[in-house]
């Protein structure tokens, strides 16, 4: 055994080199397991916390079915967005265009229903296609241009809201169907469909992830890419594939957006990146370790929506949940960091 191996792997049951050999392992496993405990039990007793402080401060209207109803439907463009932004975290990579891609979509969908008179399910499509076609911009740029995700992205959010500046004229566009209005309005057996969409994405995101190959190649990817490449996996595909997933569900989401608004408008979709990644690594040091789950993302967002609501019942100033969201995403990068 190698002098690296040995301090890697503990040596076997009653080796005498064990003791010094494997030394520092139980000290660094002690250290990621306190962050681990710190990162679940802070940011749980931190949202039961919220919840009593809020429900004492407004008893009539927080703690109420109703309430949380609402708090989940408000929260459903910010679980797909989620959903599909854990696709990429997992790989370990970035995208800052979803916002940008989500408006784009959005007033594409708006425009085929509107100027093109086709139908809501056209109007869907062409917008959920929108979506995925920027998402295969990035990916190709990040996977086979292998330009950073940091540079790649914002670059192609910045075409994303050229385009859709150019295609709208800057003018807000009104005159969707009810029925496409009704996306955000209508209840299945008494569930509106904001939250059923939502959830559904969340369940299927988490399916991908978990059950799938491409699931399982995605989780090599953002562990090791280098061995992942040796054992086999084609790795620029699953990046590739992982930003196109997440382009798609952006276009999801712009589709919910023009839906809730009635039809689409300029900086629409604005807002969205930081309470993302701050639900996605909320969620990921709740869940322990820094792994990206999308049911994880979805307490997060569920955290931001809580946070949200109960500060607008107080009558707080917008600046107030801006400055808590950013300072709950520095202390959850830090705490997902360290587990």
């Known amino acids: 055994m190698s002098p690296t191996t040995s301090q890697r792997e503990p040596a076997p049951s009653g080796a005498g080199s064990a003791v010094v050999a494997a030394g520092p392992a139980p000290e660094i ?3 990621s ?11 749980v007793a931190l949202f039961v916390l919220m ?45 800052l265009s979803f916002d940008a891609n989500a408006a784009l979509s959005g007033a594409v969908a708006v425009q085929l229903m509107t100027g093109a008179s086709l139908p809501m399910a056209a109007g869907i499509a062409g917008g959920i296609a929108t979506g995925a076609l920027v998402g295969v911009a990035n990916g ?21 809201a050229g385009v859709q500046s150019w295609f709208t004229g800057d003018k807000t566009t009104y005159g969707v169907p009810e029925s496409y209005i009704g996306l955000s309005t209508n209840s299945v ?11 559904g994405v969340v369940l299927a995101v988490w399916v991908l992830l978990k059950y ?20 086999g996996v084609r790795t620029r595909e699953v990046r590739f594939g992982a930003f196109v997933v997440l382009g798609a569900l952006a276009g999801l989401a712009g589709v919910l957006i023009t839906a809730q608004a009635g039809g689409s408008a300029p900086g629409n979709a604005a807002g969205l990146l930081l309470p993302v ?3 996605a690594f909320l969620g990921a040091s709740a869940l322990g370790r820094g792994q990206f789950n999308s049911i994880a993302t979805y307490f997060g967002v569920v ?37």
Do not use: C
């Open 303 to 339: 955290f931001i929506g809580t946070l949200a609501t109960g500060l607008t019942m107080l009558q707080q100033d917008a600046w107030v949940a801006s400055v808590i969201t950013g300072l709950v995403l520095v202390g959850a990068v830090l705490v997902a960091r360290r587990q």
């Open 51 to 95: 919840l009593v402080t809020f429900s004492a401060l407004k008893p009539e209207n927080f703690p109420t079915f109703d309430n949380g109803k609402a708090i989940l439907q408000q929260a459903a463009i910010l679980a797909v967005l989620g959903a599909g932004l854990t696709v990429v975290l997992v790989i370990r990579e970035f995208d």
């Open 277 to 279: 990644y701050t639900a």
């Open 33 to 43: 397991e306190l962050w681990t405990r710190l990162g679940r039990g802070g940011i």
């Open 29 to 31: 496993r002690d250290r």
């Open 140 to 160: 190709a740029i990040v996977a086979y241009g292998r330009a950073p995700a940091f540079i790649g992205t914002l670059a192609v959010a910045s075409v994303a």
């Open 189 to 199: 057996a008494g569930v509106p469909l904001y939250i059923v969409i939502s959830v």
């Open 212 to 231: 799938t190959v491409f699931g399982r190649h995605a989780h090599a990817v953002g562990s090791n890419a280098a061995a992942a490449e040796s054992a």
